[in-house]
T-cell receptor, first 111, second 117 residues
Framework: GQQLNQSPQSMFIQEGEDVSMNCTSS?????WLWYKQDPGEGPVLLIA?????ELTSNGRLTAQFGITRKDSFLNISASIPSDVGIYFCAGRRTSGSRLTFGEGTQLTVNP | DTAVSQTPKYLVTQMGNDKSIKCEQNLGHDTMYWYKQDSKKFLKIMFS???????INETVPNRFSPKSPDKAHLNLHINSLELGDSAVYFCASSHAAMGPGAEETQYFGPGTRLLVL
């Protein structure tokens, strides 16, 4: 089945640092989504991207839809302890098709 | 108010048993999903229902049978549970495709942690 490669798998950073993670695919996607999963909870949508080259922010989070439509990036600026969790990218190839999720990036923020 | 709720939150059972997980959403969505998250946290879709009709059925054992009595509910019944079924099962819901954006926000439930012994 379709796979999304997400990296890095895990990150250990100090509070205040910036974070970057990305997701790549061998196929073109029309939609890229970024979710965060807190421990013991379900994923929550952070940012949705619909156009190649689109750059969208949500507070300290910024995500970009790669111009090749085969990748997406998520940046977190000035990390804080509550940023801890698993970040998932997800892609959709066409409207109405299923979401495919990346393997997740486990983020740990040390105070 | 809980948007997407699942019961039970934890389920510990013996191999070979039959169990059900229930999901309800009060968001007025017409599409519901079941996902399985394994020990490596990989999320994989299992089923999707739109207006009580099955629209996605990934390659899962036929021991797994979803049932949607109405648009607000999607239950998952599992027969003859196996050790490998141990995972966290997430229910989610969204609007059907009505143009860019409308379908994209899938709201997830809190998950059901299934442990098969």
């Amino acid at each position: 089945g379709q796979q999304l490669n997400q990296s890095p798998q895990s990150m250990f950073i100090q509070e205040g640092e910036d974070v970057s993670m990305n997701c790549t695919s061998s196929s073109i996607f029309n939609t890229w989504l970024w979710y965060k999963q807190d421990p013991g909870e379900g994923p929550v949508l952070l940012i949705a991207l619909y156009k190649a080259g689109e750059l969208t922010s949500n507070g300290r989070l910024t995500a970009q839809f790669g111009i090749t439509r085969k990748d997406s990036f998520l940046n977190i600026s000035a990390s804080i302890p509550s940023d801890v969790g698993i970040y998932f990218c997800a892609g959709r190839r066409t409207s109405g098709s299923r979401l495919t999720f990346g393997e997740g990036t486990q983020l740990t923020v040390n105070p | 108010d809980t948007a997407v709720s699942q019961t039970p939150k934890y389920l510990v059972t013996q191999m070979g048993n039959d169990k059900s997980i229930k999901c309800e959403q009060n968001l007025g969505h017409d599409t519901m999903y079941w996902y399985k998250q394994d020990s490596k946290k990989f999320l994989k879709i299992m089923f999707s229902y739109n207006n009580k009709e099955l629209i996605i059925n990934e390659t899962v054992p036929n021991r797994f049978s979803p049932k949607s009595p109405d648009k607000a509910h999607l239950n998952l019944h599992i027969n003859s549970l196996e050790l490998g079924d141990s995972a966290v099962y997430f229910c989610a819901s969204s609007h059907a495709a009505m143009g860019p954006g409308a379908e994209e926000t899938q709201y997830f439930g809190p998950g059901t942690r299934l442990l098969v012994l």
